[in-house]
């Protein structure tokens, strides 16, 4: 029987993920992964358009202004998406469209819109790799265990992540972006997949498989989740790894934010039990 685990990282969570997804979209640039619908594998961005295919100038001009709209303006992105979506609801562009909003209504925590168009765009695309990683690290940071669904959650989000870092394996890079353009992709959308997986495993108290997905999210990142650091902290602590436990929190400490301060003290804490690492 799984104790419930009670533990709230949404104020960093959110925070975090706001930057990540920036860098998302930075990075991505005519990205298609092997057996796709056509469509990229990043979030927003225009499929390829096949020779000889007849463009709609209205069409193009309605996903231009989606497309190039600013990436911090939440508002305008779901007015021009919703928009787009209600007068070409065949478009190519649609599973694209779907993708953005996911990201704009993420940024304004309307997680209802934030699913809907989640499923709408993985019904198009079930390879959409940003999609996925997102949805999977969003559903175990908003874990309520008094939701009736929540471990069926849980295990949508092991299977998005898990799906997702299958699918970065089978990405070409594209002649578009840079060996280094390429790596970097691919480091922050595992890095997304393998923080999700190990906070689903936290959730279910599986402390050592926990430990392992943080492991590569932390080392992989370029700037790491404090909030990764924390889970890793607590779940060696579980595993009496007092020792490892008081160096993930010594990382986490380093990380101004909120959880700084809450790092420190762990990590004294774990200094004095002192039991050694297995």
């Known amino acids: 029987m799984v104790t419930t ?6 104020p960093v969570g959110i925070r975090i993920l706001v930057v990540a997804l920036a860098a998302h979209v930075a990075l991505s640039a005519a990205f298609a992964a092997p057996g796709q619908r056509g469509g990229p594998a990043q979030m927003g961005a225009p499929p390829p358009v096949a020779t000889g295919t007849k463009l709609d100038p209205a069409e193009e001009k309605a996903y231009k202004a989606f497309y190039t709209a600013n990436q911090q303006d939440a508002d305008t992105r779901i007015t021009l998406g919703e928009a787009f979506i209600v ?20 940024a304004k925590q309307d997680w ?58 089978t990405l070409v890079k594209p002649a578009t972006m840079t060996d280094d353009q390429f790596a970097a992709m691919k480091t922050e959308r595992l ?11 936290f959730r279910r108290q599986d402390f050592d498989n926990a430990v ?9 990142a370029a700037s790491p989740d404090p909030t990764d650091f924390y889970v890793l902290a607590v779940s060696l602590q579980r595993l009496n ?24 003290q762990g990590a004294d804490a ?7 690492s297995k």
């Open 191 to 201: 890095t997304l997949a393998h923080s999700g997986l190990g906070l689903v495993y």
């Open 241 to 264: 790894r007092q020792s490892d436990a008081g160096d993930a929190f010594n990382s986490c400490a380093q990380i101004a934010g909120p959880l700084q301060d809450r790092c420190k």
């Open 87 to 106: 007068k070409f609801p065949s478009s190519r562009y649609d599973e694209s469209v779907y993708a953005g909003l996911v990201q704009a209504y993420y």
């Open 5 to 10: 685990m009670k533990l709230s990282f949404m």
């Open 212 to 220: 392992k997905e943080l492991q590569q999210a932390t080392q992989g």
């Open 270 to 276: 774990a200094k004095k039990q002192g039991t050694p």
């Open 112 to 169: 209802k819109n934030f699913y809907g168009n989640a499923d709408k765009a993985l019904a198009l695309n079930p390879d959409d790799v940003g999609v996925l990683a997102i949805v999977g690290w969003m559903i175990p940071h908003a874990y309520n265990p008094d939701d009736p669904d929540a471990l069926k959650n849980l295990d949508k989000a092991e299977t998005y992540e898990k799906h997702a870092i299958e699918v970065v394996g």
